[in-house]
């Protein structure tokens, strides 16, 4: 169904990114500054959104390869207070691509909307002579407006994905994202949202759980296995404090004779261990006498969600 005469306010809420940077040749789309421009200028800079009731609000300016928990819990409060907003119907976020997985999965862990927030973002600056974050926020801001659309989305490229299983799985084309297991939510086509898959749905933890200070949340790393790899890093991050380790095994979570070793160490010692895939899609299974698996959450996910339950403790 067009969106002919949208009705309800969308909020547009800017954090930086690619889609906001500048380079000094207009063919760079490399040697650019990440997160040089407002919100408000990138939405002037699309006319076809006069269309819409909106407002824009600027939360961060940051490259998103700089994103912390400060910010993760500075937005999900912001989120939450235009949620609760009447007027409002659904939010668009502006990102950059490196870290815009996690804070998805992260917003639909502690959120789950029953209205749309919309995540966009471009693979290409503002200034380049082919930028691509102009028609991904006009995209985004079509499926916010979207009546029946609901949950943590991510819009790129034409493509709705859900926030629990995209992933950016290719480094510099414009379509860099990806559903793992084909777990696409819906596709926008010339200003129709063709919806091919079901909205997200999650029960949500709530504000509560992210509610002390950032600097004082658990500390949860990522370990790798890899040919030779040792259970070396994972002592020293114990002996250094960390609260949680998430192991990106090789296939189905496989470990290193030494790295679960390592891990079982820790374990025993009080921290939270689990197993996921460095693989780009599939899960790992739990199997007897295994560590905990991590499910189909790809390491940087489940990183998220064993963050997530430590604050819970």
Same mark, same amino acid.
């Not at 408000?40 to 959104?49: D, F, I, K, N």
């Not at 380790?245 to 160490?265: I, K, M, P």
């Given at each position: 169904m067009k969106l002919q005469t949208p009705s309800g306010r969308i909020v547009v809420l800017g954090t930086g990114g690619t889609i906001a940077g500048t380079a000094a040749d207009a063919h760079d789309? %490399? *040697?650019?500054?990440?997160?040089?421009?407002? #919100?408000?200028?990138? #939405?002037?800079a699309v006319p076809a959104l006069a269309a819409f009731e909106l407002e824009a609000r600027q939360i961060a300016q940051l490259d998103s390869k700089d994103m912390d928990h400060?910010? +993760?819990q500075r937005l999900a409060l912001a989120v939450d @207070?235009?949620?609760?907003?009447? @007027? %409002?119907? *659904?939010? /668009? #976020? =502006?990102? *950059? =691509?490196? =870290?815009?997985?996690?804070?998805?999965?992260?917003?639909h862990r502690v959120l789950?909307?029953?209205?749309?927030? %919309?995540?966009?973002?471009?693979m290409r600056p503002a200034s380049? %002579?082919?930028?691509? *974050?102009?028609?991904?926020?006009?995209?985004?801001?079509? /499926? &916010?407006?979207?009546? @029946?659309?609901?949950?943590v989305l991510v819009v790129l490229g034409g493509r709705v994905h859900d926030a629990t299983q995209v992933r950016k799985a290719h480094s510099y084309r414009v379509d860099a994202f990806e559903s793992a297991d084909g777990a696409l939510v819906a596709r926008v086509e010339e200003g129709r949202v063709r919806r091919v898959g079901a909205w997200p749905?999650?029960?949500?933890?709530?504000?509560?759980?992210?509610?002390?200070? &950032? &600097?004082? +949340?658990?500390r949860v790393e990522i370990v790798l296995n890899h040919a030779g790899a040792s259970g070396r890093l994972v002592r020293l991050l114990q002996a250094d404090g960390v609260a949680g380790l998430v192991a990106a095994g090789t296939g189905n979570g496989t470990l290193s004779q030494d790295l679960e070793a390592a891990l079982r160490e820790a374990q025993a010692a009080g921290v939270a261990v689990w197993r996921s895939t460095r693989c780009d899609a599939g899960p790992v299974f739990d199997l007897p006498g295994t560590l905990?698996?991590?499910?189909?959450?790809?390491p940087v996910k489940a990183r998220i969600a064993l963050l997530l339950e430590l604050l819970g403790r």
């Amino acid at each position: 169904m067009k969106l002919q005469t949208p009705s309800g306010r969308i909020v547009v809420l800017g954090t930086g990114g690619t889609i906001a940077g500048t380079a000094a040749d207009a063919h760079d789309a %490399v *040697g650019y500054v990440a997160a040089q421009l407002g #919100v408000e200028q990138l #939405v002037s800079a699309v006319p076809a959104l006069a269309a819409f009731e909106l407002e824009a609000r600027q939360i961060a300016q940051l490259d998103s390869k700089d994103m912390d928990h400060a910010t +993760w819990q500075r937005l999900a409060l912001a989120v939450d @207070e235009q949620l609760r907003r009447p @007027e %409002v119907s *659904g939010l /668009v #976020v =502006t990102h *950059g =691509t490196d =870290t815009l997985e996690e804070t998805a999965y992260f917003l639909h862990r502690v959120l789950a909307p029953a209205k749309p927030v %919309v995540l966009t973002a471009a693979m290409r600056p503002a200034s380049a %002579v082919s930028a691509d *974050g102009p028609l991904n926020l006009h995209d985004a801001v079509h /499926v &916010a407006a979207t009546p @029946e659309a609901r949950g943590v989305l991510v819009v790129l490229g034409g493509r709705v994905h859900d926030a629990t299983q995209v992933r950016k799985a290719h480094s510099y084309r414009v379509d860099a994202f990806e559903s793992a297991d084909g777990a696409l939510v819906a596709r926008v086509e010339e200003g129709r949202v063709r919806r091919v898959g079901a909205w997200p749905e999650a029960e949500a933890l709530g504000l509560a759980r992210i509610q002390r200070p &950032a &600097a004082q +949340w658990p500390r949860v790393e990522i370990v790798l296995n890899h040919a030779g790899a040792s259970g070396r890093l994972v002592r020293l991050l114990q002996a250094d404090g960390v609260a949680g380790l998430v192991a990106a095994g090789t296939g189905n979570g496989t470990l290193s004779q030494d790295l679960e070793a390592a891990l079982r160490e820790a374990q025993a010692a009080g921290v939270a261990v689990w197993r996921s895939t460095r693989c780009d899609a599939g899960p790992v299974f739990d199997l007897p006498g295994t560590l905990p698996a991590a499910g189909a959450l790809s390491p940087v996910k489940a990183r998220i969600a064993l963050l997530l339950e430590l604050l819970g403790r």
